[in-house]
T-cell receptor, first 112, second 112 residues
Framework: SAVISQKPSRDICQRGTSLTIQCQVD?????MFWYRQQPGQSLTLIAT?????????ESGFVIDKFPISRPNLTFSTLTVSNMSPEDSSIYLC?????????FGQGTRLTVV | KQEVTQIPAALSVPEGENLVLNCSFT??????LQWFRQDPGKGLTSLLL?????REQTSGRLNASLDKSSGRSTLYIAASQPGDSATYLC???????????FGAGTRLTVKP
């Protein structure tokens, strides 16, 4: 199993600012995933973060808006840039083991 | 592209009832299927994981089945309790991918 610590758990931010979300895993993992859950919606994959290479973004998500860092095998950050109210969501990081997938507790972001 | 559908979208039952949540997916080429629970504004808690070669998994009052060929899974909750009230998400992990594809969830309310 994997234990994932995600920070901050929630934040209220002004539009036009940026927020960096941190994700720490208690074991080394090759891939980490970032998801977004908009209000009342299910989870949508933003990008896959591999250590030592550029993140791979899903359709509709771009690096300028959601830059991702992956400096080592246990840590990743997601930045939500130039925020607008439409960015208000829960952001979750995830790791997939050889079998089960684990999630952090999420970051609840409100943009005002 | 893998599409995951969950029915019903919402369900309200009196305490003590047995209930079934349904999940269907369009592409049977999956690595595994996982059921998650999400409390309001929170992250995801893994409930049951079924590998593609398995037919069902049980944990306490929960039983999940998988019919990969027909693209269906069910989550059976026995003797429901108010503490079971949450949103239940079904997710599949495609073959040759490490991320998960989610359904929109079933919002369950168990009334005392």
């Amino acid at each position: 199993s994997a234990v994932i610590s995600q920070k901050p758990s929630r934040d209220i931010c002004q539009r036009g600012t940026s927020l960096t979300i941190q994700c720490q895993v208690d074991s080394q993992v090759t891939m980490m995933f970032w998801y977004r859950q908009q209000p009342g919606q299910s989870l949508t994959l933003i990008a896959t973060a591999n250590q030592g290479s550029e993140a791979t973004y899903e359709s509709g998500f771009v690096i300028d808006k959601f830059p991702i860092s992956r400096p080592n095998l246990t840590f990743s950050t997601l930045t939500v840039s130039n925020m607008s109210p439409e960015d208000s969501s829960i952001y979750l990081c995830s790791v997939g083991g050889t079998t089960e997938t684990f999630f952090g507790q999420g970051t609840r972001l409100t943009v005002v | 592209k893998q599409e995951v559908t969950q029915i019903p979208a919402a369900l309200s039952v009196p305490e003590g009832e047995n209930l079934v949540l349904n999940c269907s997916f369009t592409d049977s080429a999956i690595y595994n299927l996982q059921w998650f629970r999400q409390d309001p504004g929170k992250g995801l808690t893994s409930l049951l994981l079924i590998q593609s070669s398995q037919r069902e998994q049980t944990s306490g009052r929960l039983n999940a089945s998988l019919d990969k060929s027909s693209g269906r899974s069910t989550l059976y909750i026995a003797a429901s309790q108010p503490g079971d009230s949450a949103t239940y998400l079904c997710a599949v992990r495609p073959l040759n991918n490490n991320d998960m594809r989610f359904g929109a969830g079933t919002r369950l309310t168990v009334k005392p």
